[in-house]
């Protein structure tokens, strides 16, 4: 990030499901498959687990935080636990799209995309704070 100086909206989530099942808890460095209920549904993780997302989640916040004083950058981070939920419609705005700031992802897109300083930063809470707007996604 530091180094790209073209304007950029960056949308993902702090607890993004395929970054926590292949980087921060993969099944070959998870033998005895602690991670396995914690993975298939988030409310199902030890308060051990929680922190671990928790601090996976803090990392990501922290290292965007040079993209929040870039001029002309956006950010749509939330705590849904799933991955990839910008290529389907419910997903990127209808009625069951997930919002931070009362947003959709499409409409923090076209307010970062046509405002006048692209300032757009939406940054979800951490667990055990839950966006209720997230559990519309679950089927997905």
């Known amino acids: 990030i530091k180094s790209i100086s073209t304007p950029t909206f960056i949308r993902n989530s702090g607890y993004d499901s395929y970054q926590v099942g292949n980087i921060l808890a993969p099944g070959g460095s ?22 671990a997302l928790n601090g996976f989640r803090r990392e990501l916040v922290e290292d965007l935080k ?9 950010l749509f981070i939330d705590s849904c636990f799933n991955h990839c939920q910008t290529p389907f419609g419910a997903t990127w705005h209808s009625p069951i799209s997930l919002r931070l700031g009362n947003k959709t992802i499409a ?19 951490a667990f055990p704070c ?4 997230c559990s519309s996604q679950l089927d997905l």
């Open 66 to 74: 040079v993209a929040q004083h870039k001029r002309g950058w956006g």
């Open 30 to 51: 998870d033998p005895g498959q602690s991670w396995a209920r914690c993975k298939a549904d988030v409310r199902n993780c030890t308060s051990t687990q929680i922190e």
């Open 130 to 133: 839950i966006n209720p707007t």
């Open 107 to 125: 409409e923090a897109v076209a307010d970062w995309y046509v405002g006048e300083n692209h300032g757009v930063e939406e940054i979800d809470c």
